[in-house]
């Protein structure tokens, strides 16, 4: 953790960086050796009920890709050209035994790739735990909640499977309670950088939701908390850059060099939705009554809305994009969409259909988590950025 | 230099034998019945084809509209091609499923079907989302044209290679509460459960035969192809006839050719009449090109191999294991056909199968058919074929085409992997010989 009692934003995202860079886990492994009989538990995006895994005495693991550092060797003699990067990377963490103290993976529905990955998984890596969250497309407490719980229920066990020891209400609940706070904390930073973009830039912010993912959450809220304080003490140069939401970054990780870029166009990401299991749940989980039921109850009315959920009203659909617009003062809106991502490319057109009703700008462009070549990035999200300060609103 | 160009000669008319005519028969009064569905006062429900709910949609008089049917058939009719990129120039991705953008596309030119006449709207969107992702966007993306009641039908995916009491009754409540009220909203029919037993009564014979047809294939010669031909065979049963008795005439006559054929130690028989000597037994996993799909045919058929067991023709329904819908407990077998679909078995399960055909069917190894519209199937496909070469000691091979997009076909690449294949199946015989 951090030494100083009074760290710099600086400090703290240094530290972050060390966390993002280190493909070996090394706190998670120290973490691990500290006391035996403790478990690791990988997750793939985009969100996984880790509250479970801290109740079993476990560390839940965020696996998200080899982002642009990892040399993919054998990931690729895995997967057809056409399928995207991060099962690859995933793949090579595995194949490549940086993921040897993992005693089991996690693999959301998120798409068929990911679907398919955790039966790949199961093949590959026998003596491992592979378990896949089937989430609820049906949002009846008595439909697709029951269903939840019988599938968290399920995870319970797989869990209990792994560490020897009973999940108890009680630790659901604690467990719960400490993820509760990490949201608060994590929802106040977006709050923060909504208000004042110049003082958390979003390569900062991703930074720090990331470290999230490697160490414990007790170590993580420490962090958050020095973070917004650190950052709330200081101010850095205000800069007449457009403010926009960026959307389609919610599986494959955008690289840190694709955040930058947009940031040094001439624009303040005020909202997006990278690392969303960190504030999956708008609000508080309720502490009351069976733990299973609060989180099912969490995850059907108050989550967060992103492609690979469905939306039973048509309505509604891609309203969560307009209201994002609306409450953070932002100007346009960039589709970062990851290459050959089914949920991602499919919804586009329709979110840009809903943003076009309401007279939003928007730009769109692919990557994939080891895309090099910013320079095309940089020229559109700065062309976007011209644009809006030049024509909108005027 | 001048390059004169002459009129192609028009192919020779495809020899099918009866079934294939009859079956053609049927698919097209299917489409007339749908062009005039409006005029004859029939409402229609669209939805997929694998967790396709023929017996329920029924039960409400609703005629059945499935558009995966319509882009296959756009594309064996090559016309799929154009849809597709107008659905691109609509901004829709180079990188998504082709049914999707074919189906799009159809709808942006007017919607006319593969008949020439136009497809009506649907009334209602059943979303069976059973194995595959990208229905869900495909019906919200359809929604919001055709602006009608979408329902939601939720199949949990068999990720742990089994189905449990859990995932039974989430499908059937979903079918009580949510499901049948709406079907009876839309069409205005009450749901008779009595009625959708005589039906299941009827799916189950017919399930039967096909079974028998499909598994034919263990003779040698192979009386069918289980790929090519066996798209035909799945056709009916897949699509708008499950449940009727169309189907259990179809798949009796079906299967009373295919014995004949067995009797006289035919080969299938192919768009060039009956198949020559049979060289090379294959299993294929994955579905097939449909823009080519007789030139692709003709890759295999010319060089004697025949296809003795596909997962493709799973895709609607998984029966070979003994699985048939049942009267006795509708609702629950619903669900249980839904679960059981190909892709909607895990990725160990379907190993398990395909390494069960090569052996049953004692084929001289697997191909796959990586098709880059359909991550459901592709993903872990290379691995699949690792393994169930390590564990048959056969020999796989991979090509890659695509559903309905011709851009994605290349003949000659394909070709060449092809015969390398057999050149590789011929050396592994030769190998096990001088053993």
Redesign the interface.
């Known amino acids: 953790m951090l030494d100083k009692p009074n760290s710099t934003t600086s400090d703290i995202i240094k530290r972050c960086e060390e966390l993002f860079t280190d493909l070996y886990f090394t706190r998670a492994r120290e973490w691990k050796a500290e006391k035996p009989g403790r478990i690791v538990v990988g997750f793939m995006p985009y969100y996984a009920p880790r509250e479970l895994v801290h109740a079993a005495g476990g560390l839940p693991l965020g696996i998200f890709g080899g982002g642009d550092q990892l040399e993919v060797i054998h990931g690729d ?4 050209s ?2 995207c990067r991060i ?1 690859r990377s995933t793949v090579e963490l595995g194949v490549s035994g940086r993921l040897d103290f993992v005693d089991g993976m996690m693999f959301p ?1 998120i ?3 990911i ?6 998984w ?3 890596f026998p003596n491992k735990g592979a ?2 969250i ?1 989430l ?3 949002f ?1 407490d ?3 909640g ?2 939840y719980v ?1 599938e968290l229920k399920e995870t319970c066990h797989w869990l209990e499977g792994m560490s020897g020891k009973p999940i108890t209400d009680d630790a659901i609940r604690a467990s719960i309670a400490v993820f509760n706070e990490n949201r608060r904390l994590i929802r106040e930073v977006y709050e923060l950088r909504a208000a004042q973009p110049w003082n958390v830039p979003s390569s900062e912010l991703y930074l720090l939701l990331r470290a999230g993912m490697v160490i414990p959450v007790e170590e993580h809220n420490e962090m958050v908390r020095a973070y917004l304080e650190a950052a709330r003490n200081q101010q850095r140069p205000i800069k007449d850059n457009s403010r926009v939401v960026v959307c389609g970054a919610f599986c494959e990780q955008p690289p840190l060099n694709l955040i930058k870029s947009i940031e040094l166009a001439g624009c303040y990401i005020v909202d997006d939705d990278f690392i969303l299991v960190t504030r999956w749940e708008n609000s508080d989980v309720s502490l009351e009554g069976d733990p299973l039921t609060s989180l099912s109850r969490a995850y059907l009315h108050d989550s967060k809305s992103t ?2 959920k ?3 009203d ?1 309505a509604k ?1 891609g309203l969560y994009l307009v209201d994002s617009v609306r409450k953070n003062r932002a100007e346009g809106v960039i589709f970062a ?1 990851t ?5 991602g ?6 979110l ?2 809903v943003l076009k009703k309401h007279d939003i700008p928007q730009i769109a462009f ?1 990557y994939a988590e080891n895309s090099g070549q910013m320079q095309p990035i940089r020229e559109q999200a700065g062309t976007f950025a011209d644009s809006i300060k030049l024509w909108s609103g005027a | 230099m001048t390059v004169i160009s002459r009129p192609k000669a028009k192919p020779a008319d495809a020899i099918k034998d009866a079934s294939m005519a009859k079956q053609k028969e049927m698919v097209n009064a299917h489409y007339d019945r749908l062009a005039s569905a409006r005029e004859n006062g029939e409402k229609v429900a669209a939805t997929f084809v694998p967790g396709n709910l023929n017996e329920l949609l029924m039960c409400f008089d609703l005629v059945n509209n499935l558009p995966e049917v319509n882009a296959i058939q756009n594309g064996l009719r090559r016309q799929s091609g154009a849809f597709v990129m107008e659905a691109e120039k609509h901004g829709h991705s180079e990188d998504v499923c082709t049914y999707v953008k074919s189906d799009i596309g159809m709808m942006a030119k007017g919607n006319i079907g593969p008949n020439g006449k136009k497809l009506p709207d649907p009334d209602v969107l059943l979303l069976s989302y059973t194995g595959c992702f990208t229905f869900m966007k495909w019906f919200e993306l359809l929604r919001k044209e055709y602006n009608c009641e979408t329902i939601m039908f939720q199949t949990p995916y068999m990720a742990d290679g089994k189905i449990t009491k859990d995932m039974i009754a989430y499908m059937v409540k979903q079918l009580k509460q949510d499901v049948i009220p709406k079907l009876e909203r839309v069409s205005g029919v009450k749901f008779d459960i009595d009625r959708l037993r005589e039906y299941l009564k009827k799916s189950a014979k017919a399930e039967d035969d096909l079974v028998a047809v499909l598994q034919s294939a263990k003779n040698k010669p192979s009386p069918i192809d289980a790929y090519f031909g066996g798209i035909y065979y799945i056709g009916p049963i897949f699509g708008a006839f499950r449940g009727t008795d169309a189907a259990i005439d179809y798949y009796r006559f079906l299967r009373e050719e295919v014995e004949e054929r067995v009797r006289q130690g035919k080969g299938p028989v192919t768009p060039d009449g009956d198949m020559g000597k049979e060289r090379y037994r294959l299993v294929v996993e994955g579905p097939p090109n449909y823009t080519n799909f007789r030139q692709f045919w003709k890759m295999f058929y010319d060089e004697g191999a025949v296809v003795v067991a596909s997962s493709y023709t799973k895709v609607g329904g998984t029966y070979d294991f003994g699985f048939r819908h049942n009267p006795d407990e509708p609702l629950e077998s619903l669900a249980e056909y839904c679960l059981n679909v190909y892709t909607n078995r895990n990725l160990p399960m379907r190993v398990d199968m395909l390494e069960n055909y090569v052996n049953e069917y004692e084929a001289d190894g697997l191909l796959i058919n990586s098709i880059k519209s359909c991550n459901s199937f592709s993903a872990g496909q290379l691995l699949i074929m690792r393994e169930v070469e390590k564990r048959t000691g056969k020999p796989a091979a991979f090509i890659e085409t695509d559903l309905v997009d011709p851009r994605y076909f290349s003949a000659a690449n394909v070709k060449n992997r092809l015969e390398s294949y057999f050149q590789m199946v011929e050396q592994k015989r030769a190998g096990a010989r001088a053993a």
């Open positions: 003699a895995y997967y057809q056409y399928i099962p529905s798409c068929d790739v679907r398919n990955l955790s039966g790949m199961k093949l590959m378990r896949y089937d609820p497309h049906n009846e008595d439909l697709g029951e269903f019988s492609p690979p469905y939306e039973p048509e659909k969409m290459s050959f991502c089914d949920p490319l499919l919804e586009r057109p329709m840009q259909a692919k």
